[in-house]
């Protein structure tokens, strides 16, 4: 049994980590049990999306959705809040934070990011073990899963479905299970090796195995991997994908392909149609300004694709353009904090701050209220302003803001693509 004093110090240090969090501008579970959100309309509308891929709906919607927001404005936060809100809906979740070594653009990258970020309903482990440790190979969703990945409409690289015939085949093997899982997690898989397997179990015949280009296997493994998810009795799978802007410091091609995923991201892949994913991506607000209008994007992308004079050039061009619309025009906006809300999170972190530091946070002014500033800069302002009279009573704190301009010059470092992009896997 827990005593109260040791209740008392795990509140403590949830409430310091909650502090830590927001003080830092990175949200945590902490932080976002304790502040909640407001966002009411953009909570309405994933939520309806979970509802609609947990009981594969007909008449699905476009299985993605864009949010923008101004830097600092809590599109970050939101994104965790939503985060919680599937697991709790049973969901498997992961966040992706687009970088020079997670590339919107390449699927591999993207994919290794979101199984090494997913988070499993009450689990503890890694992901992709703890998903197949759920599998139950009587269960109806297993079944199910089983006959459709064996189906030539699915359209599956077959390595996949032949490793998920032989996972079920050899449990008890623990090291070769192994194997299998960090094959759909995307590590390398000999094809040596699972054609010997194949052959001793009898079903050589049943598959054709041959090596493809590993961003081709990526595609395959998010639509493999998210009906595992369904297969081992959770409801899909939720990809968070924040700091999308960042591509506007990629190169022209670069940002093209991005604009592309973009698209599949937020309308659903055109291979995998019912693949219960859904995916909920961030920008900034001014990123059409800055970026399609202002480096002329929306002229040059198919002007430059135009150019090749290739089938997949245009096809590439045509799903360009669709995601620049939807970053030029089918966004969610974030609301600005208004009054009662900026009280209510005022108030809701003096207590957090108290709690975490045993102590009475006193009234501080924190920052003029003004239409132009964003949450991040209001919540720093209290936090830093209550942690200097914590250490000094008598000092009379005051805040001045220092706007942050987001450069969306073209960066060499970012334009570097992942060594493993294009590798085959065999």
């Known amino acids: 049994m827990i005593s109260d004093q040791d209740l008392s110090e795990e509140t403590r240090q949830s409430a310091r980590r909650a502090i ?5 501008g990175v949200p945590n579970g902490a932080s976002v049990r304790a502040l909640g959100t407001t966002q009411s309309s953009i909570v309405d509308r994933f939520e309806g999306l979970l509802r609609d891929t947990a009981k594969e709906a007909a008449d699905r919607s476009a299985p993605g959705m864009i949010i923008k927001g101004g830097f600092g404005s809590g599109k970050s936060h939101l994104l965790e809040y939503l985060g919680e809100v599937a697991l709790a809906q049973n969901f498997v979740v992961s966040k992706i934070v687009i970088s020079k070594e997670t590339q919107l653009h390449n699927t591999t990258s993207m994919f290794r990011a979101a ?3 997913a988070k499993v309903p009450q689990r503890s482990g890694s992901a992709i073990a703890e998903i197949a440790a759920s599998l139950n190979f009587d269960s109806p969703n297993y079944s199910d899963f089983f ?3 064996h189906l030539p409409e699915s359209k599956l690289d077959q390595r996949l479905s032949a490793s998920l015939r032989l996972f079920h085949n050899y ?3 623990d090291e070769f299970a192994e194997k299998i899982t960090n094959f759909w997690a995307g590590e390398p898989f000999s094809i040596a090796e699972m054609r010997k397997r194949l052959r001793e179990a009898g079903w050589l015949s049943e598959y054709s195995l041959r090596a493809t280009k590993e961003i081709d296997l990526s595609l395959d493994r998010f639509a493999f991997v998210s009906r595992l998810i369904v297969a081992a009795g959770f409801s899909g799978w939720v990809l968070l994908i924040d700091e999308v802007e960042l591509i506007g410091r990629y190169s022209l091609m670069q940002r093209a392909k991005s604009y592309a995923e973009i698209r599949r991201w937020v309308e659903g892949s055109k291979k995998y149609p019912d693949a219960p994913i859904i995916s909920v991506l961030t920008t900034v607000d001014d990123f059409e300004g800055e970026v399609l ?5 929306y002229v040059k992308v198919p002007q430059r694709l135009a150019a090749k004079g290739r089938l997949d050039e245009t096809k590439l061009s045509l799903d360009a353009i669709a995601g620049m619309k939807i970053l030029g ?11 009662q809300e900026l009280n209510v999170t005022y108030e809701a972190i003096r207590k957090i701050h108290g709690t975490a ?13 003004l239409s132009s500033n964003r949450m991040r800069q209001y919540v720093r302002a209290w936090i830093n302003e209550w942690d200097l009279i914590r250490l000094d009573p008598n000092f009379i704190p005051e805040t001045t803001v220092t706007a942050v301009e987001i450069e969306y010059g073209e960066d060499d470092d970012l334009t570097q693509s992942p060594l493993f992009e294009g590798v085959e896997n065999s």
């Open 357 to 369: 530091y045993s102590w009475d946070p006193p009234q501080v002014t924190g920052l003029e209220r």
């Open 115 to 117: 199984i090494a970020s």
């Open 293 to 297: 209008i202002g480096k002329g994007d």
């Open 171 to 173: 449990q008890g093997d």
């Open 329 to 339: 025009g089918r966004q969610s906006a974030l609301q600005p904090p208004d009054e």
């Open 20 to 24: 830590e969090a927001l003080r830092s």
């Open 147 to 149: 006959s459709w990945l």
